[in-house]
């Protein structure tokens, strides 16, 4: 009864086990590349000793694949949304081999009491839903228990019974990650203040950049002082610089042939019989408009590009036209009915769409190519196999690690990352599908440069240090300039006045809170607490960020409505406690993956990776 279900849940009891992080996550908004040389082995990836294996990956990639094109049927899956599939499915696996380590290094037990006691009274999401334990589309306790006292489902209840033990294992990891996370109920009402209370004032500023600060004025011990003083900030990652080569996926006149062959083929089948609409349901590669037999429905004079628009309000009604050409690929197409009156001309018209692409054949030579040169590159050497095969070298700038994978030039690209910042100097990588400044290709990388981690030399750092220390002077005129204009101010009322005569800037604020941005300030949330403290016809002290120095009299002010603060009090603390520990779990979450090591091997087994 089951099984079905069964075989479509591989991840499914994850979800369950992360159900309370996930809400936390979704709720709250939340390697490889070693070499051109060795074989597959079945693996994936690797979270410390464990294996992740190909087929357990690719099954569930596949198995998502489809729920989404089932779920979706009229939406093209496109090659990004595969990667992000691709991605979700990684995480997710990375995360239930890293909870079932952390049982075993924590010595984490589920007892089977506890196991049978939440089967029986606590049936997983994926039972509750299932339609055979439903009533009137309800979960009906009664069927889940004669399934329980059905012998014909024992190997089924093994199954729900050894998912259910990880995930209330894993429940347990992340009970005891999270376990020190704790909220104060001042930290409600801040947080209820921050976004409900609001005031409205007039800014009188003094922008920092009216200040003119020769920069030749800051001396050689201001600049030695500030680069002692933040040595910290002028440490430097290791960084890396890549050289490649790229070989381009364009088009060829096989690939244009095989346009032409298709549509010739198609326009055989039109001719012995085959109906319009069930060669473009099964053969137009306009997936939206094939779901409708070819439908295009009624359209206006210039919804279409040209040559398509063009040729359907002076086809024959009924008759099948084309080849026509566009950007898009060829199309065949057939109008069904015209209204010209003159003004506003449509037709209602059908195509049949053979795209314009890079056919396999084209791909799979230039992906061979790109791996002949690789292994070239790392037999002779990569300059000498560039010449051989007449491919232009490019060079990255040098850069740090980042989690993100973004490589100057390249893009974001995790494995060519980890290739940067594991691979040792003069290491070639493998060919890899990339899509460099727009143009697709297969690309092999080597690194050229190692600048280790150390310390720019306060001779490098000057120049920096000197436009900081003018900003910084600047900032502090302005703030200066400020305190001198409130000295003067002795009342709310004299501000305008005083600013006025002084010709300095003003602005009225608008309503805001403390965390928005406020007109004639910026966004700055200590400027913006600090003004809510005042009450209306009080003027600030002078106030100062990076923008420069404000001197602010309070209009109007809307307090935090304490009743609804009350009322919504529960609520805010279980909201900040899901945020505090989704930051907790994120970042323990980091940190295991550094201390068991992952190693994502997923380039060997995709190209498009």
Do not use: C
């Amino acid at each position: 009864m089951l099984q079905s279900m069964r075989e479509n849940m591989p991840l499914v009891m994850w979800t369950l086990v992360v159900a309370f992080v996930a809400t936390i996550i979704f709720s709250w908004g939340m390697g490889g590349f070693q070499g051109s040389s060795g074989g597959l082995d079945g693996v994936v990836g690797k979270v410390g000793n464990s294996e992740i294996l190909y087929d357990r990956y690719n099954r569930i990639v596949q198995d998502r694949l489809a729920q989404q094109r089932q779920e979706k049927p009229d939406m093209e899956i496109t090659d990004q949304q595969i990667k992000q599939v691709r991605q979700q499915v990684w995480d997710d696996l990375v995360r239930v081999e890293l909870m079932k380590l952390y049982q075993k290094k924590w010595g984490i037990v589920t007892s089977d009491d506890e196991v049978a006691y939440s089967v029986r009274n606590n049936p997983p999401e994926y039972v509750r839903t299932n339609a055979n334990f439903q009533t009137d589309g309800k979960f009906d306790p009664a069927l889940y228990r004669q399934f329980l006292a059905d012998p014909n489902q024992t190997q089924t209840l093994i199954a729900i019974e050894q998912d259910y033990r990880e995930s209330m294992g894993n429940q347990k990891v992340i009970d005891k990650v999270i376990s020190p996370v704790f909220v104060a109920p001042q930290e409600a009402w801040d947080e209820y203040v921050a976004t409900n209370a609001k005031f409205k004032g007039i800014v009188a500023s003094f922008p920092s950049t009216a200040f003119t600060v020769d920069s030749m004025s800051i001396s050689a011990g201001e600049i030695e002082k500030y680069y002692s003083d933040h040595i910290e900030d002028f440490k430097v990652q290791e960084r890396r610089k890549l050289s490649y080569v790229t070989i381009p996926l364009v088009m060829t006149a096989q690939d244009t042939e095989r346009v032409s062959e298709t549509i010739a083929d198609l326009q055989s089948m039109l001719r012995q019989g085959d109906s319009f609409e069930q060669v473009a349901e099964e053969y137009s590669e306009d997936v939206g408009s094939a779901k409708q037999q070819g439908s295009l429905g009624w359209f206006g004079r210039g919804r279409m590009v040209a040559e398509f628009d063009s040729t359907v309000f002076v086809a024959e009604i009924g008759k099948v036209v084309g080849p026509v050409m566009t950007r898009f690929g060829a199309h065949l197409i057939r109008v069904e009915e015209r209204d010209m009156n003159g003004t506003a001309d449509s037709v209602k018209a059908s195509h049949i769409l053979v795209k314009y692409g890079i056919g396999p054949d084209t791909e799979a030579r230039v992906a061979q190519k790109a791996k002949d040169f690789a292994d070239a590159a790392t037999a002779d050497g990569f300059e000498a196999a560039a010449a051989q095969f007449s491919l232009k070298i490019e060079n990255t700038a040098l850069f740090p690690y980042a989690e993100s994978g973004s490589v100057p030039t390249i893009g974001s690209s995790k494995p060519i990352m980890d290739f940067a910042f594991k691979a040792t100097a003069g290491k070639v990588s493998y060919s890899q599908k990339t899509k460099i400044k727009g143009q697709d290709g297969y690309s092999v990388f080597t690194v050229a440069e190692i600048a280790p981690a150390g310390t720019t030399p306060q001779s490098e750092a000057e120049s920096t240090i000197r436009t900081l220390l003018v900003r910084k002077k600047q900032q502090e005129m302005a703030l200066q300039a400020a305190q001198q204009f409130r000295s003067r101010i002795g009342s709310a009322d004299q501000l305008v006045p005083a600013a006025q005569a002084g010709n300095v800037k003003i602005d009225s604020t608008g309503l805001h809170g403390q965390r928005e941005f406020i007109r004639g300030i910026g966004q700055d949330e200590e400027i913006g607490k600090s003004l809510l403290t005042l009450s209306p016809g009080q003027v600030s002290e002078a106030l100062g960020n990076s923008r420069g120095g404000y001197v602010v009299t309070i209009l109007e002010k809307v307090p935090a409505d304490t009743t609804q603060f009350v009322a919504q009090k529960d609520q805010l603390l279980q909201n900040l406690e899901r945020t505090k520990q989704n930051r907790v779990f994120t970042d323990w979450l980091k940190l295991a993956k550094e201390e068991l090591v992952v190693v994502d091997n997923r380039y060997l087994y995709y190209t498009d990776f």
